[in-house]
């Protein structure tokens, strides 16, 4: 009998709680418009907004004909989707069948970060690039124009390379132009002919095009007493007919794999269909080898500094840098919005940022400097084992009094000779008018670094990047509440 009382009298409260909260909310707040994801309004705002073109026959996944066969599809699997994230992750963390391993071949292979991974039915191994600028998934496939596929041709592989075959994977499928990851679909003549891309990239005249295919990506993952199991995913590929430029020379022969926050990528779909947690990890070591976890999700606690859109669109792992500083000294004006990207070797700084860097830094080193005939590194210096010691860190300011310390900010050229990790003269890039420095020297300034990229999502991709280093951890989270994107700190002294 009291129980039910005490059930009864709390039902009570919490009705009363409902009507206060009601009538504050009706008092105090203001209506707000509800927008149907496949409205007229909400297609006519992403053509304004974004410049996309959208097709809006039944034919079309991208954006249905209302009351179609195609439209209820689509919020069928919307909600489908929303279901299994709302179940959480089907696995702890996820990894290549072939193993975590990454590894770097030096110049061999234009200074990037590859791993090997099992694509297809019978499945076949691929040593792709990993690149946190990008999107896509592509590999050499029905080539009019690849690289070198044979051992020969490198002097760091023991086997030869492979090429990709759709007709010859029984689990392939081509991607029509209606398909909703078919960026090219309304430059089709029919909807159904299979989908090409263009994948252009930093470096000059640098592309992959074909068309796109969904194969399946060999994955394994582990339980905690470190059992093995295979699972099997679904993803988009670029089967890469043409490459250009730096492709066919050295760089990401056997094929690319794209980290970044587009519904395409590796981590958002495997992420999207409850594979695993929406999160990745990269870590590095000294000697260039490192790991590879799919649904690592990193410490749990972060300060955070805002993330930042380029053009008003989040596609890219952009932060802010505040301020910089060499030993004691902080650069005034020193601020750059700056991309963390594993596809690029070495780390620029826009151009009136490297000047007053370069001349703090080369005032404070207090060695000899020395320099190599047509090399890019302006600051290199003889300096002994003891003088090395003298040389200042470097550190990056961010926002909320968060700072990133670089220690050693040189790499070794032969025994007794180092040259400056910024020390890179044409060192900026502009974008639609925006400077930003490409952020990412794996082997000299993030040795033995993890780095976790988190991905929510939600009405699409948002991302959430962490990354820790050996001698003292430092974490960077991507992270977004709807509309809200930050990226999140943790600095701890190991």
């Known amino acids: 009998m009291e129980f039910r009382f005490l059930v009864y009298l709390l039902t009570i409260i919490l009705i009363l709680l409902t009507r206060t909260s009601l009538a504050i909310t009706f008092s105090t707040s203001s209506s707000s418009k509800l927008i149907h994801r496949f409205s007229d309004e909400l297609k006519a705002f992403r053509v304004f907004k974004h410049g996309e073109k959208v097709i809006s026959d039944s034919s079309s996944s991208s954006w249905p004909k209302r009351k179609s066969v195609e439209y209820y599809e689509l919020l069928v699997n919307s909600d489908l989707q929303r279901q299994k994230m709302k179940l959480g992750a089907q696995y702890k963390f996820l990894f290549p069948s072939k193993g975590s ?42 080539c009019i124009q690849c690289a070198p596929l044979s051992a020969s041709y490198y002097s760091s592989l023991d086997r030869d390379l492979t090429e990709y075959s759709p007709s010859v994977s029984s689990t392939s499928k081509h991607l029509s132009c209606s398909h909703e990851f078919c960026e090219l679909g309304p430059n089709c003549k029919s909807p159904k002919q299979p989908c090409p891309y263009i994948a252009n990239y930093f470096s000059e005249n640098t592309s992959s095009s074909g068309f796109l295919v969904e194969d399946t990506l060999h994955l394994a993952t582990t339980d905690d007493h470190a059992n093995k199991s295979l699972v ?7 089967c890469g007919r ?3 430029g730096g492709y066919l020379d050295g760089i990401a ?54 993330f930042l859109p380029l053009n008003e669109i989040h596609m890219s792992y952009m932060v802010e840098v505040e301020g910089y500083c060499i030993g004691s000294s902080c650069l005034k004006q020193s601020g750059f919005q700056a991309q963390f990207d594993s596809g690029t070797s070495f780390t620029f700084l826009p151009d009136e940022v490297y000047k007053k860097v370069s001349v703090e830094f080369d005032k404070r080193v207090n060695v000899k400097r020395t320099s190599y005939e047509g090399s890019p590194w302006e600051y290199c210096y003889e300096a002994s084992s003891q ?53 990412f020297r794996m082997d000299t300034f993030y040795n033995h670094c993890k780095f976790v990229f988190r991905l929510f999502t939600w009405l699409s991709s948002f991302p959430f990047f962490l990354y820790s280093c050996k001698v003292q951890f430092f974490y960077i989270f991507f992270h977004m509440h709807i509309d809200i994107l930050v990226v999140t700190l943790l600095h701890i002294i190991t």
Request: with cysteine; aromatic share 12%; glycine share 10%.
């Open 387 to 439: 003088e090395l010691h003298k040389i200042p860190n470097m550190t990056l300011k961010f926002n909320l009094n968060n700072s990133f310390v670089v220690h050693n900010p040189f790499f070794l050229v032969y025994e007794d000779q180092v040259c400056s990790i910024f020390d890179l003269s044409v060192s900026y890039l502009r974008t639609e008018g925006v400077t930003y420095g490409l952020f």
């Open 253 to 306: 022969p056997n094929g690319l794999i794209g980290l970044g926050l587009g519904d395409v990528s590796v981590p958002s779909v495997l992420a999207k269909a409850g594979l695993m947690h929406n999160s990745f990890s990269l870590c590095f070591n000294e000697d260039d080898s490192g790991r590879i976890f799919f649904g690592d999700q990193g410490a749990a606690t972060q300060q955070s500094t805002p």
């Open 101 to 142: 391993k990454t590894m770097s071949f030096g110049n061999d292979f234009g200074w990037l970060h590859y791993t090997w991974v099992d694509i297809g039915t019978p499945n076949v191994s691929f040593l792709v690039a990993l690149d946190t600028g990008s999107d896509l998934l592509w590999l050499p496939c029905n």
């Open 242 to 244: 043409k490459q250009t």
């Open 232 to 238: 099997h995913a679904p993803i988009v590929i670029g």
